[in-house]
């Protein structure tokens, strides 16, 4: 991912509300806290949890899809914990986007995206997941044409 796509990435998660990690004592936010910005790299909308994501150390993510999204390969650096809150995730890993290869996870469903591991998703309806783990998060695509940046 070159330095702009970081940039975009970045740019979509300022001003975010997010709650910071602390020690002795309860953070709690509640849905109706979260405010959500579009994420250039994907073209889906991105709300900070916990944490800042663009540093080191941990963060939580919501994410959702519109229906017909299709997140094209990329990996990141570091493993993803992804925990689906509605609709049906549709997930997949490898270096090309193959209909064929989804599986659907639906609500409830959890599962890990390893580091360095290319994967795609798509979303048939709206859908929202959570992801956490340990920052800086990036997006880093198989083909540099599926890089906002590049478009630029």
């Known amino acids: 991912m070159n330095p702009s796509s970081i940039l975009l990435f970045a740019l979509a998660l300022t001003g975010m509300g997010a709650i910071s990690e602390s020690r002795g004592e309860?953070?709690?936010?509640?849905?109706?806290?979260?405010?959500?910005?579009?994420?250039?790299?994907?073209?889906?909308?991105?709300?900070?949890?916990?944490?800042?994501?663009?540093?080191?150390?941990?963060?939580?993510?919501?994410?959702?899809?519109?229906?017909?999204?299709?997140?094209m390969p990329h990996s990141h650096p570091n493993d993803t914990y992804v925990t689906v809150i509605s609709g049906v995730l549709r997930y997949?890993?490898?270096?090309?986007?193959?209909?064929?290869?989804?599986?659907?996870?639906?609500a409830g469903s959890f599962f890990v995206i390893p580091a360095n591991v290319p994967h795609y998703e798509n979303a048939t309806a709206p859908m929202e997941f959570q992801a956490h783990g340990m920052g800086p998060i990036?997006?880093?695509?198989?083909d540099p044409q599926h890089d906002p940046a590049s478009k630029k």
């Open 138 to 142: 990036r997006f880093i695509f198989v």
């Open 26 to 71: 309860t953070n709690a936010v509640t849905p109706d806290q979260l405010k959500f910005n579009r994420n250039p790299a994907t073209g889906s909308e991105l709300a900070v949890v916990m944490g800042n994501p663009r540093e080191a150390g941990p963060f939580v993510l919501r994410v959702r899809y519109p229906a017909g999204l299709k997140a």
């Open 92 to 106: 997949a890993e490898g270096e090309k986007f193959d209909e064929s290869k989804f599986k659907d996870y639906p």
